[in-house]
């Protein structure tokens, strides 16, 4: 299946189908970082937040649920999917699962980052998937 990303700027000449859509599912805003990126585990948030997790939280995603958290420890990032309880895609795929993928695509175009799928073992509630790890290959990241 094909991924497609935007890039680019937004267009100010919106049709008023997008506009009142946008305004329903609240496009043009993201999460606070706090609510999306933790520090060891899901209990403590992370105070600052790098360019490669900024990149993250304006990636696109569907109904702009914004589906991935993730949890740093040292210079990995657990990405893990936040599944919303009782949202259901008809086509057939995870669809937040994709919406992760945009996510983790649009870090490591930031940060020189290794991919692995190895469990943390992080506590998580009935709602939040483990699904992969990015270890920096640098120590600091920068646009």
């Not at 995603?61 to 008809?90: C, I, L, M």
């Amino acid at each position: 299946m094909m991924i497609v990303s935007p890039l680019g700027y937004p267009s100010d000449d919106h049709s008023k189908v997008d506009k009142n859509l946008r305004e329903m599912v609240k496009g043009n805003e993201r999460f606070p970082y706090r609510e999306l990126f933790f520090e060891e585990d899901f209990n403590t948030p992370l105070e600052s937040v790098e360019d490669c997790l900024e990149a993250v939280r304006w990636a696109p995603s569907a109904a702009n649920r914004q589906p991935w958290r993730v949890v740093k420890s040292g210079k990995d990032y657990h990405f893990y999917v936040r599944h919303t309880e009782g949202y259901r895609s008809d086509v057939g795929w995870q669809v937040q699962k994709i919406d992760l993928g945009i996510a983790i695509s649009h870090f490591m175009n930031i940060a020189e980052a290794q991919f692995t799928i190895d469990d943390p073992g992080i506590e998580t509630d009935e709602f939040t998937e483990y699904i992969a790890t990015l270890s920096l290959n640098k120590t600091e990241v920068t646009l």
